[in-house]
């Protein structure tokens, strides 16, 4: 049975996509704990980071990196944090989000509840920058 990130990359549920490629695909977190809190996944369905290929976890990185530049000049941090915990889909995924200490990246904290609107503005914030 597909993730909801397989469904997510093939359409069936609609996101607030940031980038895509042929291996991977980012998404904004629709229950962030900050603004700009994006998932970054591999369009494989492999659930433990560690289980994908060296090959794809080097690209992965190299996905990722110029999206983590964006959201440090879209939103007021010290820089862009990474995490993967894996525990809440089977499907390999790391968070980006702007952070301004590690306590930013409790994920024990309520995360926030955003509008379409507000969401539609901060893919845009993100966006924007990754285009120019």
Wanted: with cysteine.
């Amino acid at each position: 049975m597909p993730t909801i990130f397989s469904k997510i990359i093939a359409g069936e549920i609609p996101s607030y996509k940031i980038a895509e490629n042929n291996h991977f695909f980012a998404f904004l977190d629709i229950s962030p704990l900050k603004e700009g809190h994006v998932l970054v996944v591999p369009k494989a369905e492999v659930d433990k980071i560690f289980d994908v290929s060296d090959q794809l976890l080097s690209e992965w990185l190299l996905f990722a990196r110029p999206i983590a530049r964006a959201i440090e000049q879209a939103f007021a941090c010290n820089r862009c944090g990474i995490t993967v915990l894996g525990l809440e889909v089977p499907h390999a995924h790391m968070h980006l989000l702007p952070i301004n200490s590690a306590d930013d990246l409790n994920f024990t904290r309520p995360k926030m509840k955003l509008e379409p609107g507000q969401l539609l503005e901060i893919q845009k914030k993100i966006v924007d920058i990754l285009v120019v």
